[in-house]
């Protein structure tokens, strides 16, 4: 291949020379030529691009693996921040957890003892976040949580330490406080502002909170630390609840001794509930008209390791703040059920029914073991519930209560007359008794003969609707007579027969109510029992 050649000649060409021949002699020598200019253009621009593909070949072959080294130190320190992160903070609502914020409390306690700087650790419980995702759904539950992290950030100060302790529980470290009075205007603000409604997942929500408040003093010898100072902080919030919840309460010593009292009820009821070693007492109820027992009321009762036990009003609403009452309720409905099936026929045994039972969704089927498992007559066992379970008149309550009613078992409205709706229940739901409230008969002693006219409309309204009527705490003699006067149909309370264990239900079984006296009018004497402690 040639290039050049003047004028005759194309810029790029092949030339060759081909010898003519004639007779076998060479005669003559053509040259010949071929133009190759545009072959070779179009050669060239392949190899340029050629050139250009291994050039970038090359190049990719070194960018892959270094972007991917690039991308994997990425992702590696996003994982590490991350990880970082989440040592540090709760997942769910972004605040700082449990472990950071005791480290950040005690490097301000030691500023503080250093700088002589007053500094206040809020303790703050969302109430009853157990009924709300029990009701509503964890997801909801997950959402208020998320809305209480960002109110409790809106209204706190950047310097403030804002964490999530755990489950429901929040706290709050200020140091910009100088008073107690200061702390507990921050405290009712706090309040005001979780109490707002919200939107939790698509679901209106309205809550409460209860709120500790404990001042420290980092001059004190010794000073407290981030342990013992949260702990005080959560003593004092327990206090609120145990008010009534939605409030705040400032600590103070001696709510440190009633805390460990706390504490120790709690793990007596854990251990009870483990190994089932509650106790059931049973109190007699009494037909006015025969005086013999057509029933015992089951009553549950705490050992408290001492010989005696521990009242029923301190340990129940412990173990519904603990979330037990449904496996409790549930034990309470087997032993009662079991004892029962001991008895002579026709003698009924009531059981008391939680509203903690009815939402979780428990009580239909606990009532069917018991029933099972016992082989009592479903007839013979009363169900009592009070107006507090139908206030909200769910669907699924009454479902429930229809269910049991399937079963064969009495349903039985306690405490009749205390609330503002008893009448309307009365149709609404079919019972089979009503049992009026102790505070009606405990009235009957007063002067007020308003009360024996209240007390005799029920007895006509239960009559009227074909109900059983019982009256709860029986303790005079008075009252006893009243009650019989009225046509009351059975009668319950300390003076006929106080609650007893087990084992001494049987003589009370054989024992008469009454007994005659000269003229033949029926005596009313307490029974000589042991009273539980």
């Not at 060759?16 to 021949?21: D, Q, R, S, T």
């Not at 500790?212 to 327990?238: E, N, S």
């Amino acid at each position: 291949m040639k290039t050049g050649g003047g004028p005759d000649r194309p810029p790029v060409f092949v030339e060759a020379y081909v010898p003519v021949l004639s007779e076998g002699r060479l005669t003559a020598v053509t040259e010949v030529y071929v133009d190759q200019t545009e072959k070779l253009a179009v050669y060239q621009a392949h190899m340029a691009w050629a050139t250009v593909g291994l050039v970038g070949l090359v190049g990719l072959a070194f960018a892959l693996p270094a972007a991917g080294f690039f991308w994997r130190s990425r992702q590696k320190r996003k994982a590490d921040e991350r990880i970082s992160f989440l040592a540090h903070h709760d997942e769910m609502t972004g605040l700082a957890n449990r472990s950071t914020f005791m480290a950040a409390l005690d490097a301000a306690i030691e500023a503080a003892r250093v700088g002589h700087e007053p500094l206040v650790v809020f303790y703050i419980d969302v109430d009853r976040f157990k009924d709300i995702n029990d009701s509503l759904g964890h997801d909801v539950g997950d959402g208020l949580l998320r809305v209480v992290a960002r109110r409790l950030r809106a209204i706190t100060d950047p310097r403030d330490l804002v964490a999530r302790i755990g489950g429901d529980e929040f706290a709050i470290v200020r140091e910009s406080i100088r008073d107690n009075a200061s702390a507990q205007r921050f405290a009712q603000e706090l309040i005001a502002t979780l109490a707002t409604p919200c939107q939790a997942n698509g679901h209106d929500v309205t809550t409460t909170a209860s709120i500790g408040i404990l001042p420290i003093d980092a001059q004190a010898t010794p000073a407290p630390d981030a342990v013992l100072a949260l702990k005080r902080a959560d003593i004092a919030m327990y206090r609120a609840k145990a008010q009534g919840r939605n409030r705040w309460c400032l600590f103070s010593p001696e709510m440190d001794v009633e805390l460990q009292a706390r504490r120790q009820l709690e793990q007596m009821i854990r251990r009870a509930n483990a190994d089932e070693s509650f106790e059931l007492h049973f109190q007699p109820l009494y037909d006015d008209r025969h005086g013999r027992p057509v029933g015992f009321e089951a009553l549950l009762r705490l050992p408290d390791g001492r010989g005696g036990h521990v009242a029923p009003g301190v340990f129940i609403p412990v173990a519904e703040d603990m979330g037990l009452v449904s496996s409790i309720g549930a034990w309470v409905l087997r032993r009662a059920c079991k004892v029962a099936s001991r008895w002579p026929d026709g003698v009924r045994v009531a059981v008391n029914l939680s509203p903690a039972q009815f939402a979780d969704g428990s009580v239909v089927a606990a009532v069917e073991a018991a029933l099972r498992e016992s082989g009592l007559a479903p007839h013979l066992l009363e169900l009592e519930i009070t107006e507090g379970l139908l206030l909200d008149e769910t669907e699924r309550v009454m479902r429930d209560l229809h269910a049991l009613r399937a079963l064969g078992t009495s349903i039985v409205m306690d405490d009749f007359g205390t609330g503002y709706s008893s009448l309307s229940y009365l149709w609404k739901f079919p019972f089979d008794k009503i049992k009026i409230d102790r505070s009606f008969v405990s009235a009957l002693s007063d002067a007020d003969p308003s009360v024996g006219n209240i007390v005799r409309t029920i007895v006509a309204l239960g009559q009227q609707l074909h109900l059983k009527v019982t009256a709860e705490g029986v303790e005079t003699e008075l009252q006893a007579r009243f009650l019989h006067d009225a046509e009351c149909d059975q009668l319950q309370g300390f003076l006929l027969g106080r609650p007893v264990p087990e084992r001494q239900v049987g003589p009370l079984l054989e024992a008469p109510m009454a007994a005659a006296n000269s003229d033949g009018d029926a005596r009313y004497h307490p029974r000589e029992q042991p009273i539980p402690g």
